[in-house]
T-cell receptor
Framework: DAKTTQPNSMESNEEEPVHLPCNHS???????IHWYRQLPSQGPEYVIH???SNVNNRMASLAIAEDRKSSTLILHRATLRDAAVYYC????????FGSGTRLQVQP | SQTIHQWPATLVQPVGSPLSLECTVE??????LYWYRQAAGRGLQLLFY??????ISSEVPQNLSASRPQDRQFILSSKKLLLSDSGFYLC????????????FGPGTRLTVT
């Protein structure tokens, strides 16, 4: 299965943009790029997904490199409620969760 | 709108005892259903998935089993729990024909003592 690589942790200040990177150099042409986030003691929450083009929704934006070997989740204005573990996942049949990036947001 | 329920929310069971965790989905038909486990401080591990009634695929060999007796009901079971079965168990559903967006339930925290 194709794997993803994310930094273990990142910090941001409240109301500043956050760029969460993800490398997926072995991605195949049919893999969707999904992002989920998980708050403590809760199940993961779907954030956004894309295939080739950049995507925007009410929660975030997803920027996908032209060669699709990397992507970046963008939170435009971080809030304290955005503090969570963010998972970048390549999806074929089921989601394979790695260890993700723990995002800390400072007030 | 669709909702997903799991119960119980927490469970403490002795080693060797049986287990039954239930997951139900409302507001959708013929969903794909998934069971995941998250050990403390770790990522999620896919245990089972089902694309229809009675159709179960196992991802990891273990002493757990799953069943789907109804379209929107998914059950995780064990005949004899091990200490290593402790963890956070999550059920998720996925609509047919979507690009694999999954929606998770609130989870069951199982402690095997």
């Amino acid at each position: 299965d194709a794997k993803t690589t994310q930094p273990n942790s990142m910090e941001s200040n409240e109301e500043e943009p956050v760029h969460l990177p993800c490398n997926h150099s072995t991605i195949s042409g049919t893999d969707y790029i999904h992002w989920y986030r998980q708050l403590p003691s809760q199940g993961p929450e779907y954030v956004i997904h894309g295939l080739t083009s950049n995507v925007n929704n009410r929660m975030a934006s997803l920027a996908i490199a032209e060669d699709r070997k990397s992507s970046t989740l963008i939170l435009h204005r971080a809030t304290l409620r955005d503090a969570a573990v963010y998972y970048c996942i390549l999806c074929r049949r089921a989601l394979t969760f790695g260890s993700g990036t723990r995002l800390q947001v400072q007030p | 709108s669709q909702t997903i329920h799991q119960w119980p929310a927490t469970l403490v069971q002795p080693v060797g005892s049986p287990l039954s965790l239930e997951c139900t989905v409302e507001g959708t038909s013929n969903p794909n259903l998934y069971w995941y486990r998250q050990a403390a401080g770790r990522g999620l591990q896919l245990l089972f998935y089902s694309v229809g009634i009675g159709q179960i695929s196992s991802e990891v060999p273990q002493n757990l089993s799953a069943s789907r007796p109804q379209d929107r009901q998914f059950i995780l079971s064990s005949k004899k729990l091990l200490l290593s079965d402790s963890g956070f168990y999550l059920c998720a559903w996925e609509g047919q024909g979507t690009s694999y967006e999954q929606y998770f339930g609130p989870g069951t925290r199982l402690t095997v003592t």
